[in-house]
């Protein structure tokens, strides 16, 4: 697109704490009128299509789409393609307690041919203790990234042959440099599917 451009962007978020609320009881129906209310502001200011960089919150995607004034990309979708480009057979999975327990991304890779492996049990509850309590406020331990590594070296031992990244906040301690496993972080790969779907957009009307 040539020096300093990119395409517009519009953002609008609730508070987390407005989310949270909802989150806290499994109430998705709750986080899709969040998610909707954005959208409605977002379509009303001109946008095109819509993407959600926070992972947990795609259980409320079958809720939202069917009522959604715009398009959506969905982030596992496109971790999904990005997993079968790369040719990974089996990926593990992090995030929140929320997500790993959710079909967000199994039905995503499932539908591609991907196997994936979830955290157990008490790997949930630290890693989701991690995000919640430290890298949410910016508090980044050496331990967490510990913890974080101990996690992908069993999935890697267990078979996976990548990870997913399945949190925003995740990245902020791990990467390809300190994970023993190759990451797929969803942040970076949703951002790089808006960027193409937004120039592509763009060539279209132009």
């Known amino acids: 697109m040539g020096a300093h451009n990119h395409p517009e962007v519009s953002l609008h978020t609730h508070a987390l ?5 909802f989150i806290d009881q499994r109430d998705w129906q709750g986080v899709a009128g969040l998610m909707l209310s954005s959208a409605a502001k977002l ?3 001109g946008a095109n299509f819509l993407i959600c960089p926070d992972n947990t919150i795609h259980q409320a995607m079958r809720f939202v789409v069917p009522r959604s004034p715009l398009p959506w990309l969905h982030i596992a979708e496109e971790v999904a393609s990005v997993a079968l480009e790369r040719r990974y057979r089996h990926v593990g999975l992090t995030g929140t307690r929320w997500l790993v327990e959710s079909e967000v991304y199994p039905e995503k890779l499932t539908a591609r041919g991907v196997e994936f492996s979830r955290p157990t049990a008490e790997e949930r509850e630290e ?3 991690i995000i919640m309590d430290e890298l949410v406020y910016g508090n980044f331990k050496p331990e967490a990234i510990a913890y974080f590594q101990q996690v ?3 999935m890697k031992h267990d078979g ?3 990870v997913v990244l399945g949190c925003t906040e995740i990245p902020l301690i791990m990467n390809d440099a300190n994970s ?3 990451v797929l ?11 193409r779907r937004a120039v592509q957009g763009s060539s279209a009307t132009a």
């Open 180 to 182: 023993p496993l190759p």
């Open 17 to 21: 704490a407005e989310y949270m609320k």
């Open 43 to 45: 379509a009303s200011g």
């Open 127 to 129: 890693i989701n203790r």
């Open 152 to 154: 992908m070296q069993r």
């Open 160 to 162: 996976a042959d990548a």
């Open 185 to 195: 972080d969803s942040t970076r790969i949703l951002a790089r599917a808006a960027l």
